[in-house]
């Protein structure tokens, strides 16, 4: 029995790429989306990927990607419009006869959060399971140990600090990049089990944020200490890191339930385990790769680069959710006061169209 191809959209992202590399290793033929041809591309196609370059908002981009596919792997971009693109998408599912889409979600997803994402991430799911004739399953993640806390890794090696805008006593059980997309994967070798379900995977154990510090301490072989940052300057630093100004725009409101306790509701569980036989990765685990990554491999050269860059924090442009994330410019067409064309201009690429955005 051959196979049925599943179309894996960001595929060069996070997610996108470990759920296009595990397809692969099982044997499943996949069909890679990505908004442009680079080096990972290129690399996903060595692996024996198909490669295709689409938009994520374009019903007729998407169509043509989904055709001789069944089954689709859904990562919305950060985008103020990814409500446009989850619709581009299910109408594409429907006029090409898609059977199933696993869709990756939030664990704090609502019709009443105050971020616009996590808005915008509910409604995605209500109308993908409202799509007759396909199945729809959620994977709905907290914050991933991969991103925030393991991002500041470089700073731990070096300096021995691990700079993040919440409380030490913060708890958290946070997943793998690579366990959130086993359990995609495992809904997408099996549809009929996980159709209309939503599933959150964790990791095995709750820890603070003042623990989290105290095992990475252990990894890099010196103490390192959790520095609670004021948000607008982890705001310039993920601004400097390229950081959508989506994404940072719902960053404030996802600290503050982090604070209140929203991500040990319900944390740890088996998800991982139910779904994939096997144990989620531990935090431990994942700060070790995150440690042998060269920015975090400690030379004098590298630490002298980690050193400066987080002396230049402070001094760098800052990020006002309200200045900065003008969702759209609509400039009216002189030849009729009725006709409007909505761009969203990201101010990290002045004079561009930010239609593509990277994948989780």
Not at 135 to 156: H, I, N, Q, R
Not at 205 to 225: S, Y
Not at 293 to 309: D, E, G, H, I, K
Request: hydrophobic share 40%; charged share 20%; net charge positive.
């Amino acid at each position: 029995m051959i196979n049925p191809k599943i179309l894996v959209t960001g595929a060069t992202g996070k997610t996108g790429g470990a759920i296009v590399t595990q397809l692969l290793a099982k044997g499943w033929p996949v069909r890679a989306m990505v908004r442009g041809r680079d080096a990972r591309s290129d690399l996903l196609q060595r692996r024996g990927a198909e490669v295709v370059v689409a938009d994520i908002f374009d019903p007729g981009q998407l169509m043509d990607a989904m055709r001789g596919v069944q089954r689709a792997y859904y990562c919305p971009p950060y985008h103020p419009f990814v409500i446009q693109s989850a619709s581009a998408f299910a109408a594409a599912a429907r006029e090409t006869g898609l059977e199933q889409i696993v869709g990756l979600s939030q664990w704090l997803a609502g019709p009443n959060h105050p971020a616009l994402l996590s808005r915008q991430h509910w409604l995605i799911d209500r109308m993908f399971e409202a799509l007759p004739n396909i199945a729809y399953t959620a994977v709905t993640p907290g914050f991933f140990a991969d991103s925030p806390y393991l991002e500041m890794m470089p700073f731990a090696a070096h300096l021995g600090v691990l700079p993040l805008p919440v409380s030490g006593e913060s708890r958290n059980a946070p997943p793998s990049v690579d366990d959130v997309a086993r359990v995609a994967v495992a809904a997408l070798l099996d549809p009929a089990r996980h159709a209309g379900k939503a599933y959150r995977p964790t990791g095995p154990a709750l820890l603070t944020v003042t623990e989290m510090a105290a095992i990475i301490g252990q990894i890099v072989g010196h103490k390192v200490r959790h520095v609670r940052t004021p948000l607008w300057m982890f705001y310039k630093g993920a601004k400097a890191l390229g950081r959508e100004p989506f994404l940072l725009s719902g960053l404030r409101y996802w600290f503050q339930d982090n604070e209140r306790g929203a991500f040990a509701v319900g944390a740890p569980n088996d998800t991982v385990r139910e779904l994939t036989g096997k144990d989620a990765e531990d935090f431990e685990t994942i700060a070790r790769r995150h440690a042998a990554l060269p920015q975090s491999r400690q030379t004098f050269r590298t630490r002298l680069t980690v050193f400066a860059n987080f002396l230049a924090v402070p001094i760098l442009p800052g990020f006002d959710p309200v200045r900065d994330l003008i969702p759209w410019r609509t400039t009216a067409h002189k030849s009729s006061p009725c006709r409007r064309r909505h761009v969203w201009r990201s101010p990290t690429r002045t004079g561009r169209r930010a239609t593509g955005v990277r994948g989780h």
